[in-house]
């Protein structure tokens, strides 16, 4: 038994091997000493996701790379202690509890373990009721809302009678400290247990490993309230931290084809889309879009539509959830739905087709700003178009590109009819825009001591030096360029071995090659060996430094005092590393 975490997390990476994970997503093929694969992130033809035995993928089309935690992160979209669970089930080891000291805020993994099987159960009984007599009203409105069986099935949806919940639990062997625990029961004054969800329809709340964390509770009856009810939140269900849909959008990502992520607002939205054919939705939880959500929502795609429902509230939880994901670097679009319809009632009436419709249309998200300021002028008055102009001219300011800035200053242009060189003054002078003038386009790259290097281990490669070709330099690589020429030139390598005329082609296209021969060529045969080494060993010291902030912004994201510990061991071994 380890004592430690890093001793049993080197335990758990020494039993599995990085091919075999990989196996168990795509197909690979041997070839050139790796193995290949059309990349489970990104769609393509040719194969450019790499794995390499020595434990590391790389994909030369989007980039992504890591080692076998990270690529069970990836394909799971799960964080690092999601990813180790997965990967210790795989080798036949259990995660161990590691003691916490003087942390009396921390639950133990197997009073967590309890919670989940109660809801496990929890799910099962009130699916099992649905689909019984006690269920035929609730199936008929199912039925009446053109919900499917096997949408029902895909959701695991339910019906909760009265009371009949606890007694059920009971039988099964859990307490009543457990039953309030997860949220599912109430106390009553008299003592008595009771069904917080009875006599509604239950939508499980399942996270990214397939766990029911929580339920929603929707009454059928019109007019009854409160039209939603969720169970609290508990130590299995942090609602600021998750979204509905996860078990069904993996799904749909394994089986390929999406790309991006269409927010909505409630569940009955997420399963209205995925009934007609729609299956990359999402919903956060009856409020408004947090930033642990954004990064959450970032592990699926870096494409976003925000789909809310067209009252008032719904377009004001629009304007702060785009800020939410805009500052978490996410490609955004806004999807207006006509005559004030939420998703679901869209969707119902115009179909797949209709609802597609909506999302070729949807704005960037600067778009439906300004735009949406727009609203509140007379764009036909001169006044109020001078007016407007100042106010568009402030949106800018949140721009983090400048070639955005440069695009929608012609937008505002246009849009308020007034000369760009005007704007482009006020931008300059605007309140705060004092302090900060348009960045300027960074035309000259990024060089420095890393960049140097990766060009002299490229060098060495091209010149066929052993120690370079041997190595998996992909994931040191931080330039695109770099990345370019290498996937190029190991396609080659892979069939044959290349030749001065492969190198030419190469630098035909990429200018980088030619300065990597001038460069490469001042050293000479004495230094080489050494500088090699030099080279390498600064580039492994970078990437474990990209490797540590990466783990601090997670460290302080964690709530979970486990898995926190479990990055603290992670980060201490990487800097132990660094250290040498
Ligand atoms: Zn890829």
Known sequence: MAENFKEWLEELKGRINIVDVVEGYVTLNRKGGKYWACCPFHHEKTPSFSVDESGVFYCFGCHKGGDVISFVQDIEHTDFMGAVSILAAKAGMSVPEFSHKGDGAAVSKRKRDRLYALMREAAAYYHACLMSEAGRQALAYLDGRGISRSTVKSFGLGFAPQNGLIEHLREKGFGKDEMLDCGVAGESRGGRLYDVLGGRLIVPIINNLRQVIAFGGRVME?????????????????????LF???????????????????????????????????????????ALTVQQARLLKRYADKVYISYDGDAAGQKATMRGLDILYGEGLSVKVVSVPGGKDPDEYVREFGKRGYMDLLTQAKPLFEYKLDKLAEGYDLSVAEDRGKYAVEAVKVLYELKNPAQVEVYMDYISQKADIAKPVLVKQYAQG?????????????????????????YVLYALFGGAEEACEQDISQYMTDEEHKAIYLEYERIRCTREPVLDDLQALADKYPEVEEIFREGKRVTEEQAPQLFRDCMQSLEKEKNRREMAELTKRIDGEKDPVARDLLLAHYAEIAAKNKK
């Open 222 to 242: 019109k007019g009854e309230q409160p039209k939603y009810r969720n169970t609290k939140e508990t130590v299995i269900f942090d609602k600021s931290r998750e």
């Open 245 to 287: 849909g996860q078990h069904t959008i993996k799904k749909a990502m394994i089986e390929g084809a999406v790309d991006s992520v269409i927010m909505v607002e409630g569940y009955m939205d997420v399963i209205s889309l995925f009934q007609a054919g729609i299956k990359n939705c999402m919903a956060s939880m009856g409020t």
């Open 431 to 455: 309140g705060e825009a004092a302090a900060k003038p348009i960045p300027k386009l960074e035309l000259t790259r990024k060089r420095g001591k890393y960049y140097n290097a990766m060009r």
